[in-house]
């Protein structure tokens, strides 16, 4: 691109547009981010990313991980609640790891409860360390608003649901994909907890970051088109990393020499 080497390269007319902003700390050139960042939106494979934009798998690998942490940051640390009056929430766990020895029904890994809202794909997912009731109604009165229509399987930890005041229906899976009398059905979060599993399946990802790659399905769901997922990418990351005006970049640096005296 032809840009200078270094800050003090710069004519004293021009700005670094990377300063202050999230670009800041990146070699890259920024073209190159922003088609990443389009790649990433439209789910390219990895192979073609490398190819199309001549970096290395490392480099893609970190670019890959901001991405899902800011995805984290927003929709797990900073979420908000989903459901409310008139509004559907179908709510169901499902256990994520590996079969032991690759055969046999037990899977080691780790419990995630979660819940999707019909018509919106507004949606929560929380690791859990275990399924008993009082684990999961925390998970509830954190992420469900008061009023919500909670459907579920009859697993006897929802059981109590009744008692706090949610309107609560449930689907025998024994007898039923469908309650006939009720029409509740947990279909659209037992197709995501698939549609997960599926995406995580031949990932070499890290139980450190199982958090994030759940963030980034989420964001997904929540946004279906290239579009929606470009802007709504770009406004987390405005939201996670804003832009530091030129008065609090002085403040910081003559703190920071401040603490080398």
């Known amino acids: 691109l032809g840009l200078p080497r270094s800050r003090t390269e ?53 670019w890959a991980s901001f991405c899902r942490e800011v995805h984290q940051e927003i929709l797990i640390w900073r979420s908000g609640k989903i459901g409310g009056p008139s509004n559907v929430v179908e709510i169901d766990e499902s256990k994520f790891g590996k079969r032991k020895y ?34 999961l109604l925390s998970v509830i009165e954190e992420h469900i608003l008061p009023g919500t229509t909670v459907m579920s399987d009859c697993w006897s930890s929802y059981q109590c649901l009744s008692d706090e005041g949610i309107v609560h229906l449930t689907v025998n899976h024994s007898m039923h994909l469908v309650d006939p009398d009720t029409g509740a059905h947990t279909q659209s979060i037992e197709g995501t907890w698939s549609a997960i599993k599926r995406g995580l399946n031949g990932t070499n990802h890290v139980k450190s970051q199982f958090d994030s790659y759940m963030a ?17 990418l770009l406004n987390m990351i405005k939201e996670v990393y804003p832009p530091r005006n030129k008065d609090k970049r002085k403040l910081k640096k003559k703190k920071k020499k401040k603490g080398t005296k």
């Open 216 to 232: 980034a399905y989420m964001w997904k769901l929540k946004n279906s088109t290239a579009d929606s997922r470009m802007e709504s």
């Open 102 to 135: 690759n055969r046999g029904k037990r899977v080691v890994g780790r419990w995630v409860f979660g819940g999707v809202e019909r018509g919106t794909n507004n949606c929560f997912f929380a690791v859990v360390e275990n399924r008993t009731s009082e684990v």
């Open 10 to 62: 710069w004519p004293p007319h021009q700005k670094n547009i990377r300063e202050g902003s999230w670009f800041e700390r990146s070699h890259l050139p920024i073209p190159t981010i922003l088609k990443f960042l389009i790649y990433w939106c439209v789910e390219m494979k990895i192979k073609f990313i490398l190819e199309q934009l001549n970096i290395t798998s490392k480099t893609a690998t970190d």
